[in-house]
């Protein structure tokens, strides 16, 4: 059983019912969708690509790249998803250390040539029709034969600091994944919708996999990308849409949802369900979040190197504000989802018991094969099967886990240890505040101090000194910011995370 044969079925259970939708417009049924795949996956094999190969999809959101995605995987080839927003650059480097052959590209991402592929492919050439065009008899076209071991998707981690690492993700872990979302996330009806807003290359497009398997419906917005308003219209025109989304995006639908005054009705015509993860989601955020648009909203804790499994904050979590601590469960990121263990390690590996505060580790069948062509690495981030993730947090005696921050992102103050998340959570709820972001500036006295970035809400001009007398409030005097920068935004990488790297590099530019 293979990622194909989950295409394959729901082609000969669905009949003609129209499940592709280019923002309104039907695109095809499942079988319309399965014939475009083995087309391509027979006409791919022909051209000499073979169980194993490596093909980029290097394009904006588009029907097409779910064709292509699964025609992939029915031909036996590994996929390589590439961010649309990285630099041609940063692409080549991919092709050469992916050893990928061919890749498939929008041209307004992809104008030029891309050097080191034997092939290009605009998706919306007539050559792209050709490979695309569909077969007569779907059941006639061979599936290649895959392990469940055998890699289906390289992905490449976003690269924040140093080059990125290929991260190679078999069909078991994605088949896990997909059974995942039903245990533990949302359930999905055949007449449900998964809309495609956030990049087709990251999280929503793996969710394509567990809305394959129960039958939904797929759009891709007409935009390709994240308009609010058109969104909220979508899903009053096809019924209420699920789909994936980082804070920032999260963000953007509530701001639009207030200021054109719509109330969580509308918001329930519009939207079944909206996972966020990817990137921290503040207390402030969240509670305001569920004024607006109600009950919409499940978290997931995840990284490429087990992709969407790790942890999860239930929706009746999110919404229970009776529990004696559900202001510490929102500030989580939930509890470990059905098919792993998650635990708390100290620096040697040994669990820590609840309530301390150590490395974030995760086992289990969702748990990447290791890293394309490095071993040391691998050999570090995986030991006796479990996956060290860098990340750094603590297990409540119910199980939530509550992240802390990055290990690389932990500031040590005068030999404490402090948190900037913990930080970031008090400033966000300061009177004038849209954004803050909280680093480590070297320091001769204390070896760091903390310093915060703080975007001001719109007309809004906070000080520093309300600022300080807000977080004296409701922190210990060591974790309070020593410095405030002002700054019009954050720097984030294009999933929406915060780049501390970049912080830190432009506090040494402030210093000189």
Known sequence: ????????????????????????????????????????????????????????????????????????????????????????????????????????????????ALAGLQHQIDIESAEADALLAPVPEVEAVPIAERGPDDTAWLFYTSGTTGRPKGVMITQRNLMTMGLAYFADVDAVARDDAIVYAAPMSHGVGLYAIPHLMAGARHVVPASGGVDP????????????????????????????????????EDAARSFKTIVYGGAPMYVADIQRALAVMGPRFVQIYGQGETPMVATALARQHLVDAAHPRHLERLASVGVAQTPVRVRIADGAGRELPAGEI????????????????????????????????????CLDADGFLTLKDRSKDLIISGGSNIYPREVEEVLLGAPGV??????????????EVVVAFVVPAAGALPSAEALDAHCLAQLARFKRPKRYEFVAELPKNNYGKVLKTALRERLGTLRA
């Open 1 to 112: 059983m293979t990622l194909a044969h989950l295409l394959l079925r729901q082609a000969r259970a669905q009949g003609d019912r129209a499940v592709l939708f280019e923002g309104a417009t039907p695109r095809g049924s499942y079988r319309d969708w399965a014939a475009r795949s083995a087309g391509a996956a027979t006409r791919l094999r022909a051209a000499g690509l073979a169980s194993g190969d490596r093909v980029l999809l290097f394009m904006r959101n588009h029907t097409r790249y779910l064709e292509l995605l699964w025609a992939a995987w029915w031909a036996g080839l590994v996929v390589v998803p590439v961010n649309a927003k990285l630099h041609p650059r940063e692409v080549e480097w991919i092709i050469d250390n992916a050893q990928a052959r061919w890749a498939f590209v929008t041209r307004d991402v992809a104008p030029t």
């Open 229 to 264: 308003a058109e969104l909220f219209a979508l899903g009053r025109a096809l019924g209420p849409l699920s789909s994936f989304a980082a804070p920032t995006i999260v963000k953007r639908l509530v701001d639009h949802a207030e200021r054109e005054g719509l109330t969580r």
């Open 358 to 393: 150590g490395e974030v580790l995760v086992k289990g069948d969702s748990v990447m094969a290791g890293y394309w062509r490095n071993p040391e690495a691998t050999a570090s981030a995986i030991r006796d099967g479990w996956l060290f993730t860098g990340d750094v947090g």
């Open 434 to 447: 849209a954004e803050a972001a909280v680093v480590g500036a070297p320091d001769a006295e204390w070896g």
